[in-house]
């Protein structure tokens, strides 16, 4: 087996719509059968062989490192960035940049897309793109459905209002990207990865979309908590 990626994880956010439950604790850190949330993604990376990780803390950052220090418990090895204030998706990668070795899967720290990560990284190695992101058109993501791909599989658009009536499939909170891609985002400022650097990733027909099999779960609100749970009890 080749050597696998570095996977960097988003975990900064507070999840406010999950409040009071996140006044005490960052949103991977919701319990979900006596676990965090981020647990069960990194046992899932740990599942398909990939070993380094990268996780970008923010809001109440050092309950996650407490938890899971260094990885070994999960025969992983885990190193933190800590933002102190918030940077955005961006910019919080940008902070990052000296621990980002070459390029990288990047996975939001609140959803949850179990599929295999060999294919999307296969097909993005197969690809002369900045980046790849992976999507699903499960009709249970219907709700979630933002993006618009063309005919070579390059996403057309990134809807920002969900779900909209143009777009055939969602975005799952996972893709591939190139390190040359920190060199677009400005340093020591906010900066969404969603919000301004997709956009001209697309206008310059530089971010490819890959179809994932299955649907994708996102822990965001009480109502998708529930689901969450219900599916890892499974």
């Known amino acids: 087996m080749s050597k696998n990626m570095q996977v960097v994880i988003l975990a900064g956010g507070r999840g406010t ?10 949103k991977p850190m919701v319990p979900i059968h006596g676990k ?3 647990y069960y993604e990194l046992r899932m990376l740990q599942s398909q062989g990939y070993r380094d990780i990268l996780i970008l803390t923010g809001y109440l950052g050092k309950r996650i490192e407490e938890y899971f220090k260094d990885g070994a418990g999960l025969d992983l090895r885990i190193v933190y960035s800590h933002e102190e204030t918030p940077l955005g998706t ?21 959803t949850l897309f179990p599929f295999n990560l060999r294919g999307l990284t296969d097909f993005f190695n197969q690809q002369d793109k900045m980046g790849v992101i992976a999507v699903s058109k499960d009709p249970s993501c219907r709700l979630a459905f933002n993006i618009t791909m063309d005919k070579k ?4 658009k990134y809807h920002k209002r969900l779900p909209s009536e143009k777009a055939l499939y969602a975005s799952g909170g996972v893709g591939v990207f190139r390190r040359n891609l920190l060199r677009m985002i400005p340093p020591g400022q906010f900066c969404s990865l969603e919000g301004d650097i997709y956009d001209v990733l697309i206008r310059n027909h530089d971010l490819a979309a890959y179809v994932a099999q299955g649907s994708f779960y996102d822990m965001g609100t ?13």
Not at 222 to 233: G, Q, V
């Open 90 to 110: 961006g910019g919080a990668l940008k902070l990052a940049e000296n621990k980002i070795a070459g390029d990288f899967i990047l996975m939001n720290g609140d």
């Open 222 to 234: 009480p109502e998708r908590l529930k689901i969450i749970r219900e599916f890892l009890a499974a």
């Open 153 to 156: 599989g390059l996403v057309e």
């Open 17 to 26: 719509r999950l409040g009071p439950i996140t006044d005490t604790i960052p």
């Open 36 to 38: 965090p949330f981020l």
